[in-house]
Nanobody, 112 residues
Framework: QVQLVESGGGLVQPGGSLRLSCAASGTIFSPSTMGWYRQAPGKQRELVATINSGGTTNYADSVKGRFTLSRDKNTVYLQMNSLNPDDTAVYYC????????WGQGTQVTVSS
């Protein structure tokens, strides 16, 4: 059974950095796309960044220049720099094979 296991997240001060990781397991096939979405309280889940099997990335405008998504086979890494309180949310790992799969979510809180 396919699983997405997330790590990282936590509490950081404004201007700080965090790194999220997500590893896919339970299949020998690499997903066509992997990435991260986030959901803040009272808001809809939104795209943060995705990367396809060819290495092409797609970022939300709000994180461009601050976040970097990278991929090593079935693991993705989201380096988040210059964090601000608007980045506070639950971050969900995403992967697509024949359909979408989601991780359990990891909390990122940016606060002084």
């Amino acid at each position: 059974q396919v699983q997405l296991v997330e790590s990282g997240g936590g509490l950081v001060q404004p201007g700080g950095s965090l790194r999220l990781s997500c590893a896919a397991s339970g299949t020998i096939f690499s997903p066509s796309t992997m990435g991260w979405y986030r959901q803040a309280p009272g808001k809809q889940r939104e795209l943060v960044a995705t990367i396809n099997s060819g290495g092409t990335t797609n970022y939300a405008d709000s994180v461009k220049g601050r976040f970097t998504l990278s991929r090593d086979k079935n693991t993705v890494y989201l380096q988040m720099n210059s964090l601000n309180p608007d980045d506070t949310a639950v971050y969900y790992c995403y992967a697509r094979w024949n359909g979408p799969y989601w991780g359990q979510g990891t909390q990122v809180t940016v606060s002084s």
